[in-house]
C-alpha cells in the first residue's frame, strides 16, 4: 500500500498548499481519502481524473470535501466521461458539496455508497471499517487493510477510545493534530493535540504515527516533538507529496 499527502492543512489552505487529501495506491487501485480545498490541482500532477477509482470521505468540512467538486465536473464535462465514480461517506454529508451544481449536472458522474458507524466494506484491493469518531459534525474514521498492511486515519476527531480502538496495531495512524499542545477550550472535544495523537498511538501501539491537520503557521517541529514526548515509535508531519510505502 502507497500513501501518497495531497495536502494536509488544517482548516484553510496556505500557499501553495492544499488542505486534508491522501491518495491511497494498491495493486493499481486508486483510492482518495478525503478532497479538502486545494487537493485537485495536487492529485492531477499524479493521477488522471477518471484514474481516480473511488473516493471516501471522513467528514462533510469543506476542508475535507470541497473538491469534490473539481474532481466530478473535470470526469462529468469530458466528452467520453467514465463510469460514475464511488464515493464513501456518512450519510448527508456531502449534501452541501454536492448542490454546488445545478441538480443533475453531476447526477450520472458518482455512486454515494452511505458508511455507518462501525461499518465494513471492500472497496477494490482494501478492506475498510469505519467509526464515528468525536468531532462537530459526523466524522467517521477509517481503518483500511491492504496487502496485510493497515492504516488508520481519524478525519478530525477530539480525544477518544474509539480512536485508540480503531488504530489498534496499524501499521500507520494518519492523526488529526491541529494543535500542539493545547486545544483551546471550546475545541476540545471536537480536535486534538500532537500531543494528544502521540498518546493514542502509544496506546495502540501502532507502528508509526503520521500528523495532519496542522493549523497553518504551526512549526511542525514542535507538533512532533510534543507527539515524540508520548509516543516512543517514529513521528512525521504529514506534507504534500510526502510518500509512504507499507510493505
Ligand atoms: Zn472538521
Same mark, same amino acid.
Given at each position: 500500500?502507497?500513501?501518497?499527502?495531497?495536502?494536509?492543512?488544517?482548516?484553510?489552505?496556505?500557499?501553495?498548499?492544499?488542505?486534508?487529501?491522501?491518495?491511497?495506491?494498491?495493486?493499481?487501485?486508486?483510492?482518495?481519502?478525503?478532497?479538502?480545498?486545494?487537493?485537485?490541482?495536487?492529485?492531477?500532477?499524479?493521477? $488522471?481524473?477518471?484514474?481516480?477509482?473511488?473516493?471516501?470521505?471522513?467528514?462533510?468540512?469543506?476542508?475535507?470535501?470541497?473538491?469534490?467538486?473539481?474532481?466530478?465536473?473535470?470526469?462529468?464535462?469530458?466528452?467520453?466521461?467514465?463510469?460514475?465514480?464511488?464515493?464513501?461517506?456518512?450519510?448527508?454529508?456531502?449534501?452541501?458539496?454536492?448542490?454546488?451544481?445545478?441538480?443533475?449536472?453531476?447526477?450520472?458522474?458518482?455512486?454515494?455508497?452511505?458508511?455507518?458507524?462501525?461499518?465494513?466494506?471492500?472497496?477494490?484491493?482494501?478492506?475498510?471499517?469505519?467509526?464515528?469518531?468525536?468531532?462537530?459534525?459526523?466524522?467517521?474514521?477509517?481503518?483500511?487493510?491492504?496487502?496485510?498492511?493497515?492504516?488508520?486515519? $481519524?478525519?478530525?476527531?477530539?480525544p477518544?477510545?474509539?480512536?485508540?480502538?480503531?488504530?489498534?496495531?496499524?501499521?500507520?495512524?494518519?492523526a488529526?493534530a491541529t494543535h500542539v499542545d493545547e486545544v483551546?477550550?471550546?475545541?476540545?472535544?471536537?480536535?486534538s493535540s500532537a500531543r494528544q495523537a502521540g498518546r493514542q498511538a502509544a496506546?495502540?501501539?501502532?507502528?508509526?504515527l503520521?500528523l495532519?491537520?496542522l493549523w497553518?503557521?504551526t512549526d511542525p517541529a514542535a507538533a512532533r516533538a510534543a507527539a515524540a514526548e508520548e509516543y516512543?515509535?517514529?513521528v512525521a508531519v504529514?506534507? $504534500?507529496?510526502?510518500?509512504?510505502?507499507?510493505?
Open positions: 500500500m502507497r500513501l501518497r499527502v495531497l495536502g494536509a492543512c488544517g482548516a484553510w489552505p496556505d500557499a501553495g498548499q492544499a488542505c486534508s487529501g491522501y491518495l491511497l495506491e494498491h495493486e493499481g487501485f486508486r483510492l482518495v481519502v478525503d478532497l479538502g480545498y486545494a487537493t485537485v490541482p495536487q492529485l492531477l500532477r499524479h493521477v $488522471t481524473a477518471e484514474q481516480v477509482d473511488a473516493v471516501f470521505i471522513s467528514h462533510g468540512h469543506p476542508d475535507h470535501c470541497a473538491d469534490l467538486n473539481p474532481l466530478l465536473r473535470a470526469r462529468a464535462l469530458r466528452d467520453d466521461p467514465p463510469a460514475p465514480l464511488p464515493v464513501y461517506a456518512l450519510p448527508g454529508a456531502l449534501d452541501a458539496v454536492l448542490a454546488l451544481d445545478r441538480p443533475g449536472m453531476l447526477a450520472g458522474a458518482y455512486e454515494l455508497r452511505e458508511v455507518t458507524d462501525g461499518g465494513a466494506f471492500d472497496v477494490g484491493p482494501f478492506h475498510a471499517r469505519t467509526r464515528l469518531l468525536p468531532h462537530s459534525v459526523p466524522n467517521a474514521g477509517v481503518r483500511l487493510a491492504a496487502g496485510g498492511r493497515v492504516l488508520a486515519y $481519524t478525519g478530525d476527531s477530539g477518544s477510545p474509539d480512536v485508540v480502538e480503531l488504530a489498534r496495531g496499524a501499521d500507520v495512524l494518519l488529526e483551546p477550550e471550546g475545541s476540545r472535544r471536537h480536535l496506546a495502540a501501539g501502532v507502528g508509526r503520521l495532519t491537520h497553518p503557521g516512543d515509535g517514529e504529514a506534507a $504534500t507529496d510526502l510518500v509512504l510505502d507499507l510493505r
